[in-house]
Nanobody, 118 residues
Framework: QVQLVESGGGLVQAGGSLRLSCAFSGRTFRWYTMGWFRQAPGKEREFVAQIGWRIGDTNYADSVAGRFTISRDDAKNTAYLQMNSLKPEDTAIYYC???????????WGRGTQVTVSS
């Protein structure tokens, strides 16, 4: 069973940076596509970014493209989300997710809170 644990959230001023980490366990990490999603108060959960196992296989939501960078370290079984130039509208709970091949995202972490003050 895949387990995901997020860390790295916190409070930051607008324009600042944070790096989120997602520790993966329970299966072979390099076979999984890893994604980051977020949910702001009163809003539905939305896609942020994802990274596949092929080099350069990344996708971003338009709202974060150019500011956020997703990466993975297969040796450490960890995915990352580097968030720069943060805006108050980036405030949300950020969730890590994993999927195998073309399946939907089957596995989810509990989330980490990111709060950006203006």
């Amino acid at each position: 069973q895949v387990q995901l644990v997020e860390s790295g959230g916190g409070l930051v001023q607008a324009g600042g940076s944070l790096r989120l980490s997602c520790a993966f366990s329970g299966r072979t990490f390099r076979w999984y596509t890893m994604g980051w999603f977020r949910q702001a108060p009163g809003k539905e959960r939305e896609f942020v970014a994802q990274i596949g196992w092929r080099i350069g296989d990344t996708n971003y939501a338009d709202s974060v493209a150019g500011r956020f960078t997703i990466s993975r370290d297969d040796a450490k079984n960890t995915a990352y989300l580097q968030m720069n130039s943060l805006k108050p509208e980036d405030t949300a709970i950020y969730y890590c997710a994993a999927r195998d091949g073309s399946r939907p995202y089957d596995y989810w972490g509990r989330g980490t809170q990111v709060t950006v003050s203006s």
